[in-house]
């Protein structure tokens, strides 16, 4: 047996395998393991079926004419170099460009990193974590002085006297993670949920307040002037632990109540039981998802959230405070160690001159050799063709995951050379020049890092198929031919070891969190920084992380950037996961369990809107945004509201339609809300077509 964790997402959930002559021959959840205790939803107890899956790429491919054809690795291998130098020496070292995933181990995600700034000396890399975790991340750090998604361990949900969800729905997202949360209900917690579909998450609650989509911001400020006006803000806490209230305070002077229900749609009564609840717990949490995050103003919506948590005295108080629920498997520690744009090891800047020398000191290299801070995800992938000319892609699907989707797509189709590693032919990888094969999750060793901080070890349990190479070998390959393999091992222990070193001192210290102290089974929680810390489970019990000790409150108010609708797109669309797909779908669309369970995306349209518009359940439908449209089926539902449709975004198509209007400060997209028209077709499904501009 095998103690290793789910592919798929932030949880992580404990699993053990299973193997007998050479495969893996059952999956169950690990009862030891603190966050599922044995469970798992049906991805993870189904991730078998893509191990071995008819589809599995298992040999290099090259692109000659219009097919992918397999290669040896040596070609393929000698081929990328060759573009790299070709594409360096003409137009200069950013025009090769890295495209990551939140799905990396930290291992991989730290050797991209290292191999986007030392082998190719390129500015040029960002990740898929951006349209996921960015704004929270943003909104963190500026607020508390870190990024850590959960600052407390999750079973602390279940200690919380009231729980208010924000664009969260856990239920369907990581049904194990309900455990916490049925566990704080049995004990009398009362619990509310902010989303605008009665989700089955809000469905256990005792409260659901379905505001427009887009409007979080407006109603968090509308709760804090409540909070204000009805004497409910800890002002002892807010006078010694934070700094900055003032000006919050005159920010959301003017959002009354009877003003903020004409803006969210929510009723006062139900904006000022639900901050009397917050105030008046013993312990209190508000937790947001990507709901509330991914809009162009998601990181002020979070800050307007944690102004709230802060004013409430709550955060760093057993059992309460503000958190956000990390999406993808590794959407914590692939956000920690170099892939961003911005960013070195350890949650350090890559603008900042001692943390470039730190960092160029573990690495071996001249710290003037590191390049400046790049563009962000969507900037990188509109810049294809123009600025970047050549792409590597790993673990990413952006023509079905980007926002704007078949523009990013456009934008590919003009690159001189696409390399993708993958462990399928995803709709990104199809398009490639060449694809390299990549190991799964059963088949690989390193670590990762999920929603609450906590490292862990991802353990091999079998030999991948031959022809298939780790990222780490890859990455190494191609380091060599540019002359510079001496610098990427291809040990994942290490490459930790040496990210540990990395990450020392810095705000995601590694520095005590060994290999052998996972083994061992050790709990850590990232800040350790020496072999005998016992890791930090709860952050900000006394201090935050800004250099005062203090929490700052930020005055946020609404910008009003999200589409207007109007009579020829008078919807509101809004997008988000479904219960048995996760991200793209390259994986899920694959296991025949899954894609029987959800063989489709389905929007959701109340009934009214779909008598309104003659439609009934089932009827195919055109969705038209002002980018593109699509066809999908609908499902007539009243968890929706009147004037929102609601599309899992797991199937291509669906984010032709999404905006990509960005967040100014973390550069998220707006993928929760755009103005769209919804019309009948009589035709089959067919392919998305653009909107003629
Ligand atoms: Fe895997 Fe997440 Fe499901 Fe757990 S909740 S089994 S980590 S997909």
């Not at 003032?246 to 749609?265: I, N």
């Not at 959800?598 to 945004?625: C, I, K, N, Q, S």
């Amino acid at each position: 047996m095998t103690a290793t964790h789910c592919p798929y997402c932030s949880l992580q959930c404990g699993i053990e395998l299973e193997t007998r002559a050479g495969a893996v021959t059952a999956l169950t959840g690990l009862e030891s393991f603190p966050t599922n205790r044995g469970g798992l939803c049906r991805k993870g107890s189904t991730a078998l079926e893509l191990l071995a899956h008819p589809e599995r790429l298992t040999s290099p491919l090259l692109r000659v004419g219009d097919e992918l054809v397999p290669v040896d690795w040596d070609t393929a291998l000698d081929r990328v170099a060759a573009e790299i130098r070709r594409v360096q020496e003409r137009y200069g070292p950013d025009a090769v460009g890295c495209f990551g995933g939140g799905g990396l181990t930290n291992e991989k995600a730290y050797q991209f990193g290292k191999f986007a700034r030392v082998a190719l000396r390129s500015a040029s890399i960002d990740y898929n974590g951006r349209f996921c975790m960015s704004s929270a991340a943003a909104a963190a750090t500026r607020s508390f002085g870190i990024d850590r998604g959960l600052p407390f361990p999750l079973p602390d949900i279940a200690e919380a006297d009231v729980l208010l969800l924000v664009g969260s729905n856990p239920a369907d997202t990581m049904p194990p993670a309900m455990r916490w949360f049925e566990a704080g209900r049995e004990r009398g917690a009362e619990h509310i949920v902010v989303d605008p579909r009665y989700t089955a998450t809000a469905a256990a609650a005792h409260r659901h307040l379905q505001p427009v989509p887009g409007t979080d911001l407006a109603l968090a400020n509308g709760l804090l002037h409540i909070a204000i006006a009805d004497g409910l803000v800890d002002e002892e806490y807010v006078r010694t632990r934070t700094t900055g209230f003032d000006e919050v305070r005159r920010a959301v002077r003017a959002d009354w109540p009877d003003r903020v229900e004409r803006t969210t749609g929510v009723p006062v009564a139900a904006l000022r039981a639900t901050v009397h609840a917050l105030a008046s717990a013993g312990q209190a949490m508000i937790l947001t998802a990507r709901g509330a995050e991914q809009h162009a103003d998601g990181t002020d919506t979070v800050t307007a959230w944690i102004n709230l948590a802060l004013a409430l005295g709550l955060q760093g108080r057993p059992g309460s405070g503000w958190a956000t629920v990390t999406g993808q498997g590794n959407g914590q520690g692939g956000r920690e160690h170099g892939q961003k744009a911005d960013q070195l090891p350890g949650y350090r800047k890559l603008a900042d001159p001692a943390a470039r020398a730190h960092v160029a000191g573990v690495w071996g290299v001249d710290p003037d050799s590191l390049p400046q801070p790049g563009v962000s995800a969507y900037e990188l992938l509109d810049s294809l063709g123009t600025d970047v000319k050549m792409l590597l892609l790993g673990a990413s699907n952006p023509v079905v995951s980007a926002p704007n989707a078949a523009h990013v797509r456009r934008r590919m189709e003009s690159l001189d050379f696409l390399v993708v590693t993958d462990f399928f032919l995803s709709e990104s990888a199809r398009m490639a020049d060449v694809v390299f094969p990549t190991t799964q999750f059963a088949e690989e060793e390193g670590t990762l890092t999920n929603l609450e901080g906590r490292v862990l070890r991802r353990r091999k349990a079998v030999e991948p198929p031959a022809g298939v190479r780790s990222e780490l070998e890859i990455w190494h390959a191609l380091a060599a031919r540019l002359g510079r393999g001496e610098f990427f091992p291809t040990e994942p222990r290490e490459v930790y070891d040496e990210l540990r070193r990395a990450s020392a001192g810095g705000p995601a210290d590694y520095a005590g969190i060994s290999w052998e102290r996972l083994d061992a089974g050790e709990e850590l929680f990232w800040p350790c920084p020496s072999d005998d810390h016992p890791g930090t489970p709860r952050l900000f019990a006394e201090l935050f992380a800004h250099p005062d000790g203090k929490a700052r409150f930020m005055a946020v108010t609404p910008r009003g950037v999200t589409e207007r609708t109007d009579v020829t797109y008078p919807f509101l669309l809004t997008t988000g996961r479904s219960r048995a797909h996760y991200q793209s779908g390259t994986q899920t669309r694959r296991s025949p369990t899954l894609a029987a369970a959800e063989p489709e995306a389905l929007a959701e349209v109340h009934p009214d809107l779909a008598r309104l518009l003659g439609l009934t359940d089932g009827d195919l439908v055109r969705l038209t945004t002002r980018r593109a449209s699509a066809e999908v089926r609908i499902r007539c539902t009243r968890t929706i509201r009147r004037d929102t449709v609601f599309v899992p975004f797991h199937w291509p198509g669906v984010n032709d339609l999404t905006s990509a209007r960005l967040d100014p400060t973390s550069r998220m997209p707006e993928f929760k809300a755009c103005a769209v028209a919804v019309s009948r077709v009589p035709a089959p499904l067919s392919t998305p077509q653009e909107v003629p501009a």
